[in-house]
């Protein structure tokens, strides 16, 4: 695929964005994980773009950062520094996504410490859809580390959302569970 043909997918995958419908969106996502081959640095710019412009709801969220987003960020760790920036973010979908996009990678053990600290720059927000991302993300990360993620989630409970801890802690052994759940 040349760079025409790719500009001009990634411009159908913006008006599909646009239009704001769910099911147009998940085309959209689907289309542009499908050149993740032909991926540039350079895309990251667009794909910051759409998140912030039109990624309005979890579902299409989850969808566009957990392979689009994912994969960009396997070929390119460096762009973890933007991830954490966007933890700061007024829009709750931004912030998730900081989170989200760190999804697959952190079930297969990479990029550990930079997910404990994005879980660190988000601990305490109070937006259940970012909470419920983070805790996500730190689930996923328990099955390559549980013990770490234990060690993370009982020297933080007292100011963690629950809804964070709950998820974080969800694949974890019984007794891990009945220690990070007590008061």
Known sequence: ????????????CQELFKNGV??????????????????????FELFEFWI???????ATCDTFCNHTMGEFIDMWPEFIANLKK???????????AAAVSLIIPAREGRFRE???EIADLMLTDK??????GYGWMLKSCS????????????ERKAV?????????????PDEMKRVAMQK
């Open 127 to 132: 937006d259940d859809m970012v909470q419920k």
């Open 22 to 43: 769910l099911e147009e969106s998940f085309v959209a996502c689907d289309w542009a994980h499908r050149l993740k081959k032909e991926f540039v640095k350079d895309d």
């Open 160 to 172: 963690m959302p629950r809804t964070s801890l709950r998820y974080a802690i969800e694949k974890l």
């Open 114 to 116: 930079d997910i404990f």
């Open 1 to 12: 695929m040349d760079d025409k043909e790719k500009s001009s997918v990634f411009a159908l």
């Open 143 to 154: 099955k390559p580390y549980p013990e770490e993620v234990f060690r993370f989630v009982v």
């Open 86 to 96: 966007w933890t700061l973010s007024p829009n709750r979908w931004v912030r998730r």
């Open 52 to 58: 912030n412009n039109y990624i309005t709801n979890w």
